[in-house]
Structure formats: C-alpha cells, structure tokens
C-alpha cells in the first residue's frame, strides 16, 4: 500500500494563476481531509469529505475548492492564487468508525 | 471556539534523558487526543490515540496520558535517542471526526 500520496510535492505560482492540488489513497478510506501548516500556526483544516460525493467546509475554506472524484481521490483548487495561500499542504484520510487520521507528505506551495 | 496549546515550543535534551511533553486544551468536551511527530519536510505520523474515556496510552519509549476534565495531556518519552529528534504536535477531536492542533514542540535529543 502507499498510502496518502499527494501531487506535487512541490509548487511555485504567481498571483492569480490556478492550479489543483491531487491526493489519493488506496485504503478504502472513507473520509479524507485538507489542512494548511503556516509557521507558527498549528495545521487548520480546509474542507473535508464524509464521504464519496459529499464535502464540507473546514476552519478556513476561502479561496479554495474541493472535489471528490471518487472514493480514492479528494483534489484541492486553488482559482485565483494569492500570495496568503503560500504553505503547506497536507492531505488525510481515515476509516469508517476509526479515529486515527492518516497524512500524505505534503505539498510545498509558493504564491509570488 | 477549541484552542490547543504546547509547551514548550522548543526543547533541547541529551540523549537518555527522559522527558515530557506538555498539550493543553480549552474544551474538555473532547472525544479524543491524538499525539503525532512530524520530521523536517515531512507528513504527519501518528503516535498515539486516547480516546476520552480512557487516561492513557503506551507505545514502547512513549506514555501518553490525558486528564480530559482539566484540559491537559502529556507525552513521556523515555531514555531519549537522536532518533527522537522531531516535531512533536497534539490534537483534539470535538465532533464530526474534525481536528483541532497545536502548533507543536520542536524537540533536538543532543548524542
């Protein structure tokens, strides 16, 4: 199994361009999540997914959009990239009725 | 709103020492606390799970306990090694399996 992994692992935009953030999981998990870390900050969740087909909104949703493709996949858009957005990006998953959450490596983004 | 918080920030300790690592949290209405350490460049890796029912957890050299009504939990590593040398980050489910973190404690083990 890989696990989480997350695309790229590394991304420098310039203000206003777009780009999606990928992350997939193959444990047949059924949530899966989106946080931002910013130094000295502690990680804040951006959206979430119950489950295939749905999303919520997490502690800071603006400026961003989720999809969940399927139950695997759960990507990140970012439309009109700002320079606040620089940081990183983890995504997460977790079983049905478990507790723990499990993190991909991350994505290091830089808005110019 | 549910705040957490670590202390110390940063903690430098030779190696074999034992140490403790302080969480603290505003809301005791938790379901439960989760330990994880996160190396330099690197995802997050669970260490720890103590549901709120129970007060603590053990895996090899770590002891995680939870005292739910007074808001705090601690990490106890034993006989430190290099190895150990990480961030170390607490966090808090409240509902709906979303979770609240601290921003962590940067621990060096010195050989």
């Known amino acids: 199994n890989a696990g989480v992994t997350q695309t790229p692992k590394f991304q420098v935009l310039k203000t206003g361009q777009s780009m999606t953030l990928q992350c997939a999981q193959d444990?047949?998990?059924?949530?899966m999540y989106w946080y931002r870390q910013d130094p000295g900050m502690g990680l804040r969740l951006i959206y979430y997914?119950?489950?295939?087909?749905?999303?919520d909104k997490g502690e800071v949703p603006n400026g961003y959009n989720v999809s969940r493709l399927n139950k695997r996949e759960f990507s990140l858009r970012l439309e009109s990239a700002a320079p606040s957005q620089t940081s990183v990006y983890f995504c997460?998953?977790?079983?049905?009725?478990?507790?723990?959450?499990?993190f991909g490596p991350g994505t290091r983004l830089t808005v110019l | 709103k549910q705040e957490v918080t670590q202390i110390p920030a940063a903690l430098s300790v030779p190696e074999g020492e034992n140490l403790v690592l302080n969480c603290s949290f505003t809301d005791s209405a938790i379901y439960n606390l989760q330990w994880f350490r996160q190396d330099p460049g690197k995802g997050l890796t669970s260490l720890l799970l103590?549901?709120?029912?129970?007060r603590e957890q053990t895996s090899g050299r770590l002891n995680a306990s939870l005292d739910k009504s007074s808001g705090r939990s601690t990490l106890y590593i034993a006989a430190s090694q290099p190895g150990d040398s990480a961030t170390y980050l607490c966090?808090?489910?409240?509902?709906?399996?979303?979770?609240?973190f601290g921003k962590g404690t940067k621990l060096s083990v010195i050989p």
């Open positions: 997914s119950a489950s295939e087909g749905t999303t």
């Open positions: 997460a998953s977790r079983p049905t009725g478990h507790n723990e959450q499990f």
């Open positions: 103590i549901q709120s029912s129970q």
């Open positions: 444990m047949n998990h059924n949530s």
């Open positions: 966090a808090v489910r409240a509902g709906s399996y979303q979770l609240t």
